[in-house]
């Protein structure tokens, strides 16, 4: 039994980074499946945070032990996670990565009580329809609105001589995004001349790639994510097409290149200003890439959320769920992203989105 206790004491501090953690917050996404990456990103970005916030104090004194939740990007999945995170006692998540998961697990958190800032799901609905008006429910990153109109203007200016086609992957992300992209490029004078649907998780796209082939298709817009858009881009360059890829913030991972490989070049990409560039950023980038992890993507975001969160529960003086709402609403956060605030919907002031494009294996702003 002594041995047995001594183990669970070492898990305990595995697990948590500190021998005595008080307050409970957690992150969820995407662990497993096909966008597990994202989930790899998420997992550092607040692993990181929890561990520096810890060594420089905790917060209002009190030691931070961090959950991590798998919803495998599935909705039912998610509204399980967060009910366990309720009865885990977690006072705020760091979370969800699919919006498809953070608007349904939003009403679960407002219920019990949790603060909850996704890092990086940018369906408006999240916001625009959180269950608590007066807070709740927040977000550090951009909006597909926002993400959408800048792709859209972008095709509309610059392949007006070319045959597009939108498509979309049929979940609340995939189909948002795709929606706003056509809506800003109609606006802007440029029509489609294909939109429709594809399933997500297939390993064969040849029968959609052979239709953009005979509609001669010139730029393919992916409203979805990086593996189905990985696959698309390399059977479109074996079926000898020089279609251009254009998707948005989804593809901010190294595992798209690794699908793709030199088919890959030359796809573009929409997200917000790259957050490894951020000023006073430097420092904390080369932490992660000393532990051989590259802080890209939503890693920072992740760091960022967890960041205004601690703040905010600083100035409240306690982790109670209103009056870490009043100190979110009221307040402005120095964070790796910059200094931030949130308006009256949860949505956060940071700058929008510009382009990127993949090139040999990386991606960099345009």
């Not at 393919?220 to 858009?229: D, I, K, N, S």
């Not at 306690?318 to 949505?347: Q, W």
Request: proline share 3%; aromatic share 10%; charged share 20%.
């Amino acid at each position: 039994m002594k041995k047995l206790l001594l183990a669970s004491a070492a898990v305990a501090w595995a697990l948590t980074g500190s021998a005595w953690a008080d307050i409970n917050i957690a992150t969820a996404g995407p662990m497993t499946g096909q966008y597990a990456s994202f989930g790899a990103q998420m997992k550092a970005g607040a692993e990181q945070a929890v561990e520096d916030i810890n060594a420089a104090g905790g917060v209002n004194g009190e030691m931070l032990s961090l959950t991590i939740g798998d919803d495998a990007c599935d909705p039912k999945q998610a509204v399980a996670v967060a009910n366990q995170m309720a009865g885990d006692g977690v006072v705020f998540m760091a979370g969800h990565f699919c919006s498809g998961s953070s608007i349904p697990s939003s009403a679960v958190y407002a219920d019990e009580g949790i603060v909850q800032i996704s890092p990086a799901s940018t369906n408006p609905k999240f916001t625009d329809e959180r269950p608590n008006p007066d807070g709740g429910t927040y977000r550090v990153c951009g909006r597909d609105d926002q993400q959408g109109a800048t792709a859209g203007a972008y095709l509309a200016a610059n392949f007006g001589d070319k045959n597009i086609a939108i498509i979309h992957d049929k979940t609340a992300y995939g189909k948002g995004l795709a929606d706003e992209t056509l809506a800003a490029m109609k606006a802007a004078g440029k029509d489609e001349t294909l939109y429709e649907a594809y399933t997500a998780g297939e390993k064969d796209y040849t029968a959609l790639v052979s239709k953009l082939k005979a509609e001669n298709i010139g730029v393919l817009y992916v409203g979805g994510y990086h593996t189905e858009a990985g696959l698309m881009k390399r059977q479109m360059v074996e079926q000898g097409m020089d279609t251009m890829l254009i998707s948005g913030d989804a593809l901010v991972t190294d595992e798209y290149w690794a699908i793709t490989g030199d088919a890959g070049n030359g796809t573009l990409m929409t997200f917000s200003p790259d957050p490894r560039n951020a000023a006073g950023a430097a420092d904390l980038v080369e932490k992660f890439r000393a532990k051989g992890i590259e802080p890209e993507g939503y890693v920072l975001y992740t760091y960022a959320a967890i960041q205004a969160w601690a703040q905010a529960a600083t100035t409240a003086g306690s982790t109670d769920y209103d009056a870490v709402n009043e100190a979110l609403n009221s307040g402005t956060f120095d964070t790796v992203l910059g200094t931030l605030s949130f308006d009256d919907k949860g949505d956060v002031s940071l700058p929008g989105y510009v382009f990127y494009e993949w090139k040999d294996g990386s991606y960099a702003e345009m």
